[in-house]
């Protein structure tokens, strides 16, 4: 075990480092307006799913009361990402499946807060294993995995309605 986060950085996989390349480009693309594939806004809602049940089947227990927690915390994060998706005035490119996104910074923040909270969670997991069994822990982890989730869900979903009903680019 390490006694320390910069213990932990050097002990950390490659693919991490990796991961974390990718998360930046991608925020840092985000800074500037362009026109994205509808697909792009489906591929991170499939993640968050993905790895949220992965947390539930393999670190935390599937009781009934934790699926509540995540799913409501799911339904506001998915409020959230339609009201998110609103303030920032995507438009539809005309009869195709693209989205006009202008410039903002709000998703680099978000990406690197989502890898430290997660870094930092695979840290706290490794000093102490039994964490998970902490309900403290275990409501931080289902309240930011649900948030994220409903998140990435309300701006796809708001973002399938745009490219119907518009508005468009013209």
């Known amino acids: 075990m390490t006694n320390s986060i910069w213990e932990s950085i050097a002990d950390t996989p490659w ?6 390349i990718i998360l930046i480009r991608m925020g840092y693309a985000a800074t500037k307006g ?7 806004f489906l591929v ?6 993905f ?11 599937f009781t009934p009361t934790n699926i509540a927690l995540w799913l409501g915390t799911t339904l506001i994060g998915i409020a959230v990402g339609c009201i998110q998706f609103q303030l920032m005035k995507i438009k539809a490119v ?7 996104l202008p410039g903002t910074w ?12 997660r870094y930092y969670t695979g840290y ?32 796809a979903f708001c973002a399938v309605r745009r490219l ?5 680019t013209v």
Do not use: C
Request: aromatic letters at 16%; a positive charge; zero cysteines.
């Open 51 to 61: 790895t949220s049940l992965l947390n539930f089947f393999v670190n935390i227990s």
């Open 15 to 20: 693919w991490v480092y990796l991961v974390f």
């Open 164 to 168: 119907k009903r518009g508005p468009y």
């Open 106 to 117: 709000g998703l680099l923040i978000l990406l690197m807060l989502l890898f430290a909270a």
């Open 124 to 155: 706290e997991i490794a000093l102490d294993p039994t964490i998970l069994q902490q309900p403290k822990w275990m409501m931080g982890m289902f309240l930011l995995y649900g948030l994220l989730t409903g998140l990435f869900i309300g701006r």
């Open 94 to 100: 005309p009869n195709e499946n693209k989205l006009y």
């Open 44 to 49: 991170l809602p499939v993640i968050f799913i």
């Open 34 to 40: 362009r026109v994205v594939h509808i697909r792009s």
